[in-house]
């Protein structure tokens, strides 16, 4: 039985080390008989939609020193240092360290530097290619596409987000070597070459992407704010068209030496960062306002019914606040319509009021609110929505108008497309395509519906409203002469410790056109800017000039506007 047992033993180590333990023991003894050097997997581009170059690289090289292998220490360090332009002291005594087999001697060196060295047949001497990224653009688009760290690893953006896809996987040649690591004479050198990453194709339209960063440096150089933003969307897609943070930074020159700096420079805040949107939540208000009214809700107010002239309301011992003082009869009796161009806050407590906290909580969950949009990018912020459970009427009152209630830019603006394209709300995508040079495309991105927020009728009836915003009320300043424009402006103020910050304010504006057949959507977010802080003066000219660049840009042509 123990004679069995001890061979039926021996047979299962023997076919786990032939069988089963065979590539790895192959594997080291191949490690101790050579010696490698990388080669470099080139890094996928990263382009817009058009094919314009975002994210490239540079050829460059590293130079490797086997000290085993080095005949001449001082005379090797003394041309080394001739040829790389280095300090032959640190050289030498890299050199005769015995620890490591193999040392960096250098990093990112040039091609004609790599010349002049191979041309002096060192003796344990090698050198490989190596990669730099580069960005064409500079700071363009610069807290979307990221960067990578100095072994071309993604850190942020989508270098990060996609780094699978980019990175590629590296190959080596192999040098026979005895058991010091000399390199034998006359042995044969075997290839293993690197698999080059595949490109990344993003939604992203540059020339919308200048117009908008253009945009964004006007206001910047106006007001002087602590940051402006905005986003383009396809209303139909939710492709991301263009996306910018004021201020930026040169990606070939990123600030990684201070890391507070970097942090605040690199944050995208339309993704990461929450705030109170104000008025323009007043879209998402009317939105169910419309819906529950067509589906026969009697709680809803129609289209025709005028809202009184009261310029507060007490809800549960707290006043809610029109901006206007309503006097010479502003914002007197005024229809859903009306209301929207005036901004009236009180309008819109009403209407969340009678809407129901359990309704209106149905529609903010369609909508996106209080979750993520699922953003292919890493980081995206839940937002603040108070739990269902735990909100009073005077909450309910404020969210209606915006307040009591944070979002990340890019949960406001598919909202708010999601309410004029018909009603459907799809995931946010910046990613087209995944690509290889040769042109196989290994993923191509599809557009994916979530949910459908309100119907088709309601969002062509607000769609209507908003163009009144833009034609009539606050919007006017986004206005294009010969173009169906809907929008609507916010103000909101600051929140610091719990209490209301003097004097600090964020305007906004998110509008679309043409508003018979939504395409384009922009949002504008400027923070706490100097001079003026009202949504109507700031923020609106800057969509205004981003619409009428992208007119441009496309060619769109005018129509009869009634």
């Known amino acids: 039985m123990a004679v069995t047992f001890l061979f039926c033993f021996l047979c299962a180590r023997f076919f786990y080390v032939q069988v089963l333990w065979s590539e790895e023991l192959n594997y080291r003894a191949l490690d101790q008989w050579t010696r490698e050097i990388p080669i470099v997997a080139e890094r996928g581009k990263i382009t817009d939609r058009n094919g314009v170059v975002l994210a490239d690289n540079s050829t460059a090289y590293t130079v490797f020193a086997r000290s085993n292998a080095v005949r001449d220490t001082h005379k090797t360090a003394a041309l080394l240092a001739e040829a790389l332009e280095l300090d032959a002291a640190e050289l030498t005594e890299k050199l005769t360290k015995k620890k490591a087999s193999e040392v960096t001697v250098a990093k990112k060196v040039s091609k004609d530097k790599i010349e002049k060295l191979a041309a002096l047949e060192l003796d344990g001497i090698y050198y490989a290619r190596d990669n730099v990224r580069q960005y064409p653009k500079s700071d363009a688009l610069c807290q979307i596409l990221g960067f990578t760290s100095t072994d071309n690893v993604g850190l942020t953006g989508v270098e990060k987000f996609y780094n699978e896809y980019l990175s590629g996987k590296n190959g080596e040649l192999l040098y ?226 915006g307040q009591t209630i944070a979002v990340s830019g890019i949960q406001l603006a598919c909202a708010t497309a999601s309410t004029v394209n018909g009603g459907y709300y799809y995931t946010p995508q910046l990613l087209k395509r995944v690509y290889a040079d040769d042109g196989y495309v290994l993923k191509a991105n599809a557009p994916t519906l979530q949910n459908r927020t309100v119907s088709a009728e309601a969002s062509t009836m607000l769609a209507e409203m908003l163009e009144g915003v833009v034609r009539d009320g606050s919007g006017k300043k986004a206005y294009v002469d010969g173009y169906r424009i809907g929008g609507k402006t916010g103000t909101a103020q600051k929140y610091e410790n719990g209490r209301i910050a003097a004097g600090k304010y964020v305007s906004s504006f998110v509008g679309f056109f043409p508003v018979d057949q939504p395409q384009y959507l922009a949002l504008v977010i400027v923070d706490e800017p100097q001079g003026a802080y009202y949504g109507s003066v700031v923020a609106a000219p800057c969509a205004g000039e981003i619409f009428q660049g992208i007119i441009s840009l496309k060619n769109i042509q005018r129509r009869n506007v009634e």
């Open 176 to 401: 026979e070597t005895d058991l010091i690591g000399i390199e034998i004479e006359n042995s044969v050198a075997t290839y293993l070459p690197a698999e080059n990453g595949y490109n990344v194709e993003l939604t992203i339209d540059y020339g919308i992407q200048e117009i908008v960063e253009s945009a964004l440096e006007k206001t910047a150089a106006a007001y002087n704010p602590v940051s402006a933003e905005c986003v383009v969307l396809d209303v139909n897609t939710f492709e991301i068209l263009a996306l910018a943070n004021y201020p930026s930074y040169d990606l070939n020159d990123v600030p990684r030496e201070d890391m507070q700096l970097l942090n605040a420079l690199t944050r995208n805040r339309l993704v990461c960062d929450v705030y109170e949107p104000g008025s323009t939540f007043k879209i998402i208000t009317s939105a169910i306002n419309i819906e529950e009214s067509l589906q026969g809700n009697p709680r809803a107010f129609s289209k025709n019914y005028v809202f009184p002239s009261s310029r507060t309301r007490a809800v549960d011992g707290t006043t809610v606040k029109c901006w206007s003082n309503h006097a010479n009869g502003k914002h007197s009796n005024q229809t859903l319509a009306e209301a929207l161009n005036n901004s009236c806050n009180p309008c819109f407590t009403d209407i969340a009021l009678s809407i129901g906290k359990t309704t209106f909580y149905d529609y903010l969950e369609r909508f996106g609110f209080g979750k993520r949009t699922g953003i292919d990018y890493g980081g995206e912020a839940y937002g603040l929505l108070m739990p269902e459970s735990a909100v009073r009427n005077c909450d309910l009152a404020r969210i209606g108008f």
